[in-house]
């Protein structure tokens, strides 16, 4: 959760580097809060394709742009540009790509900073 939070709280940096645990995590809760408020509204009944939800619709408008910015973020962790987003415009294969460099482990240090994984303190171990 607290990986989550941390996406919230950084909604406009576009600056900076995200580790894949970062960015997986935001997707992992923002699914589920998503499917928790579409069976909220549709009683816990699985909804029609056709049918509109409301809730899980306002919802992922309200973190549309965190997540813009941690996906940039890790792309930058990745030593891309921000501008690679757009490639999933190309039906199928944007997609595919995408997902490959999101999957990606982090790159040394790049012109987007340092890397994430590196300990500051010069300890070795879990970052938190």
């Not at 690679?84 to 240090?109: N, Q």
């Amino acid at each position: 959760m607290n990986w989550y939070l941390k996406v919230l709280r950084n909604y406009v940096n576009f600056s900076g580097r995200a580790r894949r645990r970062e960015y997986w995590m935001f997707v992992l809760i923002s699914m589920l809060i998503g499917m928790a408020l579409t069976l909220v509204e549709t009683g816990g009944k699985i909804p029609d394709p056709d049918q509109y939800t409301v809730l899980p619709s306002l919802y992922y408008l309200a973190v549309f742009l965190p997540g813009l910015a941690v996906a940039v973020r890790r792309l930058h962790d990745t030593g891309r540009s921000g501008w690679w987003l757009l490639i999933g415009i190309i039906p199928f294969l944007g997609s595919v790509v995408l997902l490959v460099f999101m999957c990606l482990d982090s790159a040394a240090e790049n012109k987007y900073g340092p890397n994430p994984k590196t300990p500051v303190d010069g300890h070795a171990g879990v970052i938190s």
